[in-house]
């Protein structure tokens, strides 16, 4: 079975498909079968993402708006579960949780920074 990672990565596409002897491949997202809508959806989460890099400087990326991080987190948070839930068994998930709980844990720093203690 195909293992898959939903990453952001700066210059490749969020999909990474390892095969059995664990060697990845990077893929477009249109080459997976899932919804249109969600397609579309990390598509344009990849096209944000992207916009960070930093050309002068790339080991420092452009990532200065705290709400603006924060949507996209939260956008990616469930974009991933979307993911996971439209190949079901086709393929694994690889890395899921790891990659998940930095979503997480990213999502509730920049909470904790643009919301303080008292959050709506």
Same mark, same amino acid.
């Given at each position: 079975? #195909?293992?898959?990672?939903?990453?952001?990565?700066?210059?490749? /596409?969020?999909?990474?498909?390892?095969?059995?002897?664990?060697?990845?491949?990077? &893929?477009?997202?249109? %080459? $997976?079968?899932?919804?249109?809508?969600? *397609?579309?959806? +990390? &598509? %344009? $989460?990849?096209?944000?993402?992207?916009?960070?890099?930093?050309?002068?400087?790339? !080991?420092? /990326?452009?990532?200065?708006? #705290?709400?603006?991080?924060? =949507?996209?987190? @939260?956008? !990616? &948070?469930?974009? !991933? @579960?979307?993911? @996971? @839930? %439209?190949?079901?068994?086709?393929? /694994?998930?690889?890395?899921?949780? =790891?990659?998940?709980?930095?979503?997480?844990?990213? /999502? #509730? #720093?920049?909470? $904790?920074?643009?919301?303080?203690?008292? *959050? +709506?």
């Amino acid at each position: 079975m #195909k293992k898959i990672r939903y990453f952001f990565e700066y210059k490749c /596409s969020p999909i990474w498909i390892y095969d059995d002897n664990m060697e990845v491949d990077n &893929i477009d997202i249109t %080459e $997976l079968p899932i919804n249109t809508y969600l *397609k579309e959806e +990390i &598509i %344009e $989460l990849d096209r944000l993402y992207q916009e960070t890099y930093n050309d002068d400087y790339p !080991a420092e /990326s452009l990532h200065n708006d #705290k709400i603006r991080n924060y =949507i996209f987190t @939260k956008r !990616a &948070i469930e974009s !991933a @579960k979307l993911l @996971k @839930k %439209e190949l079901g068994e086709n393929f /694994s998930f690889f890395y899921y949780l =790891i990659d998940m709980e930095c979503l997480f844990e990213e /999502s #509730k #720093k920049l909470e $904790l920074e643009i919301f303080g203690l008292n *959050k +709506i």
